[in-house]
């Protein structure tokens, strides 16, 4: 995850994700407190194991829409109501039906960009971002458990990950 | 995972593929040197863009003059290829997200390849009104900004300008969910590469790790921007149908554009889907991910909208008659036996008569054939918008303003030029970029390889339902 202090991991490789899941139960079992599990995919059946919780994004999401909604409905309310009223084939200057297509998409434009943007800082990724990779082919096909050495100590890690069947054990530090 | 799996299900991916494979195969055509076909088209592709500059650069200089409108058909070749290319743009957006809503797996094998088309077409498209305005240089007017020309705002009740938000904010919302989906295939990308490569695509995958939380903030974003682009996309072509069902124009003025035009959209997206990954599986050598399955899938969604969008023709020649109405009446029967009935007879045969082939099953699954009416369908799509376009214009209420249109070599051009924008940017994307979703790919591979369902599985790892269906085969 994205910090900015020096972390160092020691980490194993496994050739599949059912080896993967069957590590992080017993790792979870063991009480071996994991630093961050990678993958070339989303593994399903991961978070509840790591206890991540729910992402919120889509309530961010949410908050993005109702502010585009608004902005939107607002400033053409005001626009044709106060700073511009005008007569458009006899209909009222406040024809609430007539605002309802820019609304809408004003209200999907405000929340994609707004949860993309966040997706992003939150991750810690963007354009010109460097981190350190831990293996190549984590984005390959290989599925990757990291242990924090100041955690874990390294003897550990290195049963752990010869008793659940890992093809590699390496240590670098990110 | 030990996903359920139906018995029926054909699998997605044939070839016994292992996911280094599946790397292997889906990021290899961005490593290689071009093959001479791609370097063939693509010096095709910019000549024919080149030439469309020309003239759009020569339509600037001269005036729309320089196009064969007139006063009473005041929109036609050009606002017929907007709506042309809108509606191909539609089948991206559908197939990622409804059917990601959907949960239809089949989509990650043709899912990238049309988003990237849906950029493209929309591109293509945008371009139209923009130099239809005549004077593009003042197309900022057309966008809500405080300014100095009085308080002088766009006309917020009219549908054009519905047309410039829904637009914008398509293809806004089209690359971010394209790109969000390519960051985890740019990383895989650059750990495979070196040097120089290695840097860039650093930089196009935003420093991508593959961590679980970040995994799974990626998946959250990619099921709401499904959720928005569902009604978005639906919202985009209907926006574009107010253009002129809210008109008080004999043939345009009817509610039943909105659906009528979105069902359109999705028929003439998917046929150009299929014309262009019928051919890039056969180049790029996809036929283990882009399988006979993915055909026939997009062939059934070709004969159910070709089958609305004839329900729809039927129903608008009905209510013409039905209304009582001389005006509306006349229009349609200008439509099939006016000066342009050729237009009306192709646009019947190949839109309602083609996708009928479809309900054979064989014919669905059989190549060529769906080639040839992928394009046949693509060619019916066009005559649609210029029947409702230039021919419902040319017979008007007032018999002495009738008029006849052809277009000018200038519009031609231009219309060409836009293929050759769409395929340029097309073939620079399968150089830098994998054509299909290979994270998405390797996610579903337990549940559709054929190593794992279908009647050639060998091992049904990870599948507790699957001994039990082999044993009953």
Same mark, same amino acid.
């Given at each position: 995850?994205?910090? =900015? ?170 | 995972?030990?996903?359920?799996? %139906? ?8 070839? =016994? ?24 088209? $693509? ?52 197939? %990622? ?59 917020? =009740? ?15 919302? %089209? ?246 924008? $769409? ?32 009647? =050639? ?12 269906? %082999?044993?009953?085969?």
């Amino acid at each position: 995850m994205a910090n =900015n202090k020096q972390t160092d991991v020691i980490f194993g490789l496994y050739n599949d994700e059912e080896d993967l899941l069957r590590a992080v139960k017993a790792a979870k079992n063991d009480h071996l407190d994991i630093y961050d599990v990678y993958s070339p995919f989303p593994v399903h059946g991961l978070d509840p194991l790591l206890e991540l919780e729910e992402s919120r994004l889509h309530q961010a999401g949410f908050i993005y829409g109702a502010i585009g909604t608004l902005t939107a409905f607002l400033g053409m309310s005001w626009i044709f109501t106060k700073d511009w009223p005008n007569i458009f084939g006899g209909k009222p200057y406040w024809s609430v039906p007539a605002f309802i297509p820019i609304t809408f998409e004003m209200t999907v434009l405000f929340s994609a960009i707004g949860m993309t943007v966040t997706f992003y800082i939150i991750n810690g990724l963007g354009p010109g971002v460097v981190n350190t990779y831990l293996d190549d082919r984590i984005t390959d096909d290989k599925f990757c458990i990291a242990f924090d050495k100041s955690a874990v100590s390294a003897e550990r890690a290195e049963s752990f990950f010869k008793s659940t069947g890992a093809s590699e054990v390496n240590s670098k530090t990110i | 995972m030990s996903a359920v799996v %139906s018995p029926l299900r054909r699998p997605l991916i044939t070839g =016994n593929k292992t996911y280094h494979q599946i790397t292997e195969d889906l990021i290899s055509p961005t490593e290689k040197t071009p093959t001479k076909a791609w370097v063939i088209g $693509f010096v095709l592709s910019v000549a024919v863009l080149t030439f469309g500059i020309f003239c759009i650069i020569w339509t600037i200089w001269v005036g729309i003059g320089s196009w064969n409108l007139n006063r009473t058909i005041n929109w036609s070749w050009d606002i017929t290829n907007f709506v042309w290319w809108i509606g191909i743009g539609h089948a991206g957006t559908l197939i %990622s997200a409804i059917l990601l809503l959907f949960r239809q797996k089949w989509r990650t094998g043709v899912n990238r390849a049309a988003e990237a088309m849906t950029i493209f077409a929309v591109m293509c498209a945008g371009l139209f009104p923009l130099i239809h305005m005549g004077r593009i240089w003042l197309a900022m007017f057309i966008m809500p900004y405080p300014n100095t020309r009085g308080p002088l705002w766009p006309n917020f =009740n009219s549908p054009l300008l519905w047309d410039v938000f829904a637009i914008s904010t398509y293809l806004t919302v %089209s690359l971010l969910f394209w790109y969000t989906g390519l960051v985890p295939d740019f990383a895989t990308v650059r750990d495979r590469a070196k040097g120089l490569r290695k840097k860039i695509y650093n930089t196009l995958s935003f420093g991508w790790t593959g961590s679980a939380k970040h995994w799974q903030r990626w998946e959250s974003l990619s099921l709401v921007l499904a959720g928005l682009s569902t009604p978005l996309v639906l919202s985009v072509h209907t926006i574009v149908s107010f253009d002129f069902a809210t008109s008080v124009i004999p043939g345009w003025h009817t509610t039943i554009f909105p659906p009528y035009f979105v069902a359109g959209a999705i028929f003439s997206g998917f046929a150009m889907v299929l014309t262009l990954m019928i051919i890039t599986r056969k180049l790029l050598k996809l036929e283990d991910y882009i399988t006979i399955e993915h055909i026939e899938s997009m062939n059934k969604v070709i004969l159910l909208t070709g089958t609305i969008v004839g329900v729809a023709y039927l129903t608008e020649l009905f209510i013409a008659w039905y209304s009582g109405y001389v005006y509306e009446q006349f229009a349609f029967f200008n439509r099939a036996l006016g000066p342009y009935w050729w237009s009306y007879f192709g646009m019947m045969f190949c839109n309602v008569v083609s996708p009928q082939f479809f309900w054979k099953k064989s014919w669905r699954r059989n190549i060529t054939l769906t080639f040839f009416l992928s394009i046949v369908v693509n060619i019916g799509m066009w005559f649609e918008r210029f029947v409702i376009i230039a021919t419902t214009l040319a017979r008007d209420y007032l018999p002495s303003s009738w008029s006849l249109y052809s277009p000018s070599w200038v519009e031609i051009g231009i219309y060409v030029g836009t293929f050759g924008l $769409f395929f340029t940017a097309f073939l620079i994307f399968v150089r830098v970029a994998p054509v299909v979703a290979v994270a998405e790919v390797k996610a579903i591979l337990k549940s559709s390889g054929d190593q794992y369902i279908g009647d =050639n599985a060998t091992h049904g790892h990870g599948h507790k339902h699957h001994s039990e269906h %082999s044993d009953t085969h």
